[in-house]
């Protein structure tokens, strides 16, 4: 309990001890260590790499987990799923739960509707974008987010506890600074005083004697505050060093996060990729859906007893037979593929990245096609798969 005590009342004296010297430097009447440049621009250069890290790290939660509402659930399911050592569930996203209501809308339609029809294509090419934007932000969290937050919640911490410290022992330094130089000045006052030579016929002589004790005690005082000072000095710049190789480790820290930074634009653009093919195949599945809007338009301007018959269905009409197309004596243009493309049927031509096939046009084709030709091969192509050439 002794023991206790001492303890406590030495933290306290040295917590009042720095409170004092840090008043009086805020005030100007106390004179502070100043820390060499190469620290300082160390300091200066890992307070900017955090305050930057910390921003980068909230902004690309925001982009993987954009409503602020479902931010917060998530880091709060997270955090307890992680207290628990539990793995949080897979979930849910905007994209795959908007598929799975157009699914549900498109059974209660009828499937074989020509809205029915397009709702079940279409919820199924967003429940395959939601699938590929799960895979988008665990990969961007594994490769940006993890590291990003072991900076901030494990070598950040480190660094700041030991500037923390370096901070209190500077403050001890200049306050064993200060009272050494008071020291001195009494020791100094003491000293003039004893210099004048005492008055024997003084009824009170002691006055010399106790000078000449005073000095002796200031004497004593001055040796006491040189000693501290220099143990206060040693562990200071002891400090420092600590300090500085934990800084200069920062270096290593950017190079890991531009590293973390290409994988997270690997990442992404993978992820743009995926989400734009799945659209292009979107695009074609409804292209050759029935066209519901020719439908619609037929039936408003034919009226009873008219001539329907002369007119007829479009869907009765004769298709398009690619093999019987020729190709025009002018029009007719260079292609180089962009990506590769499995025919859906015998009127397609199937495709190889960066090849080129000649292609050209044909009246009462759909504009997303156009007729592509390689050597004795002929079909359709899609024009979104193709770069035009001059």
């Avoid at 260590?33 to 300091?43: F, I, K, R």
């Avoid at 037979?321 to 962009?338: M, N, Y």
Wanted: glycine share 6%; net charge negative.
């Amino acid at each position: 309990m002794d023991f206790n005590v001492k303890k406590l009342a030495s933290g306290a004296g040295l917590f009042f001890t720095r409170a004092v010297q840090y008043t009086e430097e805020k005030l100007g009447q106390a004179e502070k260590t100043e820390l060499d440049a190469h620290l300082e621009n160390l300091m200066s250069r890992a307070d900017c790499t955090k305050n930057w890290t910390e921003k980068i790290y909230r902004q690309t939660e925001v982009l993987l987990q954009p409503n602020p509402i479902d931010h917060t659930g998530a880091r709060i399911e997270e955090f307890l799923y992680e207290k628990f050592d539990m793995k949080a569930p897979s979930r849910v996203t905007n994209a795959e739960l908007l598929g799975l209501y157009m699914e549900g809308a498109a059974q209660e339609f009828g499937a074989a509707t020509p809205y029915g029809s397009t709702l079940l294509k279409v919820g199924e090419c967003e429940k395959r974008l939601g699938a590929v934007e799960k895979e988008f932000i665990q990969t961007s969290a594994i490769s940006l987010l993890t590291p990003l937050r072991n900076f901030l919640e494990g070598d950040w911490r480190t660094i700041s506890k030991e500037r923390r410290l370096l901070e209190n022992l500077r403050l001890d330094l200049d306050a064993c600074k200060a009272r050494l130089k008071k020291a001195k000045l009494a020791e100094a006052k003491t000293a003039c005083e004893g210099d004048v030579a005492p008055d024997l016929n003084e009824t009170r002589p002691r006055n010399y004697v106790l000078s000449a004790s005073a000095s002796a005690l200031w004497t004593e005082e001055v040796e006491k505050a040189e000693q501290d000072l220099r143990l206060a000095q040693t562990e200071f710049d002891r400090q420092a060093e600590v300090t500085r190789l934990l800084l200069e480790g920062i270096s290593s820290t950017h190079i890991n996060h531009l590293r973390c930074l290409h994988e997270f634009v690997e990442a992404q653009a993978a992820y743009y990729k995926h989400c734009h093919l799945h659209m292009q195949e979107l695009q074609r599945d409804l292209g050759r859906l029935p066209d519901a809007f020719a439908l619609n338009s037929l039936h408003s301007v034919v009226t009873p007893g008219s001539a329907a018959e002369d007119i007829g269905s479009p869907l009765e009409a004769e298709p398009l037979k690619i093999e019987e197309v020729q190709a025009p004596a002018t029009g007719t243009r260079k292609a180089k593929v962009l990506y590769d493309y499995d025919a859906a049927d015998s009127s397609e031509l199937s495709l190889l990245a960066d090849e080129l096939i000649t292609v050209y046009t044909v009246p009462g084709m759909d504009s997303d096609w156009l007729v592509g030709e390689r050597g004795n091969q002929k079909g359709k192509v899609p024009v979104t798969y193709l770069e035009l050439l001059s």
